[in-house]
């Protein structure tokens, strides 16, 4: 398959970060993600690639309760023992500063966990998923679909959980699909090679940023 042909319309594209939070993403974190902290200096020049091209991006996030009700059941018994990960109102809840329009940003959790988009500059929003993938009991699709997206760029973490999920369920809506390999962690090579099977185009955060210019 062509990839210039695969992608041909920057200007229907939008960015989807996925799970860059800082108690994945800091290394002093007990839920820290191996490479998280680097691929979030590749998004950092992702993310503002996409806001000098003026398209969509979309930062999705968890919240888990500190009694789990709202967790995927893997996770309940982790944080019914007490412990806290991604929590509403606590700092390791927040993004990553590297993905920061400005320092001051910071999660509305309440906002989130209602389910509505929280707007954090220029055709850039939080949304909250309460499970693995971005689009399952979302607004994301719709929303998707309001702004006339039909590409989604998507990196985060951790690739063999959210990531993927959130592609597959991309995927099963018909939008295309590009995996920036350098801006998530947890990727490896027979999963990159299934995601190719599926009609994923594979790149790096340069190579996404050079193709939002040319167009």
């Known amino acids: 398959m062509d990839r210039a042909a695969h992608l041909s319309d920057a200007e229907r594209s939008a960015l989807l970060t996925i799970d860059m939070q800082r108690d994945f993403g800091l290394p002093s974190s007990p839920a820290h993600i191996p490479g998280t902290l680097e691929a979030a200096a590749r998004t950092r020049d992702l993310v503002e690639a996409f806001r000098l091209a003026h398209r969509p991006i979309m930062h999705v996030v968890r919240l888990y309760l500190p009694d789990g009700s709202n967790a995927e059941p893997p996770r309940r018994a982790y944080l019914e023992a007490g412990n806290k990960l991604v929590c509403p109102g606590t700092s390791g809840a927040e993004l990553l500063d590297e993905l920061k329009r400005d320092p001051s940003v910071s999660l509305n959790a309440d906002l989130l966990l209602r389910g509505e988009l929280q707007e954090v500059g220029s055709f850039e929003w939080l949304i909250y998923k309460p499970r693995w993938g971005a689009f399952y009991g979302t607004a994301l699709q719709q929303h998707l679909r309001d702004l006339d997206v039909d590409t989604l760029v998507v990196c985060g973490c951790n690739f063999p959980n959210c990531p993927r999920a959130a592609i ?48």
């Open 168 to 215: 597959y369920e991309a995927s099963e809506r018909d939008f295309r699909l590009v995996l920036v390999a350098d801006a998530t962690s947890g990727v490896y090579t027979r999963g990159m090679d299934e995601l190719k099977g599926i009609g994923v185009d594979v790149r790096d955060a340069d190579e996404c940023a050079a193709w939002l210019v040319i167009r």
